[in-house]
């Protein structure tokens, strides 16, 4: 495990002059909510059921372009780092040499398109799940099958995210045998309470929290005919938590948005469209039985399911009030960035 280091440690185990920050602001999406009935080219029998193999063969096109994305902000990363206006380096001093670091940028590049394909897939599933847009471009069949690639796509992304930031990891404590190495490498990343320092003590749990639930809640899909559709849509709701994790983990975490600056304002009105999409889910679902009549009208809705269903809809309302609140305020819970840039000594690698 990483040393208990003081100044705080970075998120790959160098010292981390970020001070600890176990809340931030989050914001809230929508379910990608299922769109209810059989899904399209399910005919009840198996020849024209959705299978994942069918689907993952659909995802190339889309994943193709989430990599051509990942190498453009990938060499946009590299480029701040070797031009001395990144900001990883300003809350990081010592990681100013991206031939180095480049697995580190390479992380942060699949971590930003993780997040824009997450954030791309859950308006597509709002769409899906909420009153229907007057005019759709496309079919919505098209739309439901861009929902499940994207899906897909966005999974293998976080993975990624993840993966190079343990590859960065075993770079790093060079000075280990190979076998602790890797275990290590392996349980900052992927263990829950294993990585024990600074910021990284919340937000990576934040983070990982977030793949591990995506995979379930995307995965289930494919076998809906075995759990149940009711199952599967009631479980599926729920991926929105996966996005509002997703964002918090970032707010808190990513240095590329740690000052108060447009970066970070940026991502937070990236949210105010998804929050509003969410509402008018709530308020107006595809589902008829999904509606919210006066209390007691619904069949076998209870007092305390109607009760509960009303204050989803109030606190979506009040998470697009408290979005437009923090994008007009500016106050977004990001830093000043210091007059003085902090000392950049890396903490000694892990001893056996
Ligand atoms: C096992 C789970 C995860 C681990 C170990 C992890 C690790 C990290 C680390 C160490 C950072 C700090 C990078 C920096 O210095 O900026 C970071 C930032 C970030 N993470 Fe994750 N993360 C995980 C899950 C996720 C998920 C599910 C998403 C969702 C899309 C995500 C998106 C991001 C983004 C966008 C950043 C900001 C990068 C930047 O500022 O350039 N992460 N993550």
New binding site residues.
Partial sequence: MLPDASPEE???GRPDRRPDRSSDGSSDGSSGGSSGGRPPGEKGGRAGRVTLRRDLRSAVPDASAAVVVTAA?FAL?YTRMESGTS??VA??PFMNDPGTYWM??L??????S??L??WGTVVLGLLLSGPRPAALPVPRQVLERWHRTTSLT?TA???A??LM??AELVRYEAQLAWARRLWVAFA???VPGW?DSGT?RI??P???A???L?VPLGLLFYVRHRIGATTWRRLHRFVIV?YV???W??LL??????YGEWPRTVLWLLQLPIAVLLLLRLLRPARRAERLGPPGAGEGVTRPVWALRAAGRIAAAAVVVGLLAVVVSGRDGGRDRPAEPPATAPHAPETE
């Fill in positions: 970075s998120p790959d902000v990363l900001d990883t809350v990081m580190y940028l992380s942060q590049a699949f971590g930003w993780a997040l394909w997450a966005t992304l976080m993975f995210h993840a930031f343990a900052d990343s992927f990585y990284g937000a990576i934040i983070g990982q977030a793949l591990y995506a996966v994790l997703s964002v983990h970032t975490y990513g240095t590329n948005v740690w």
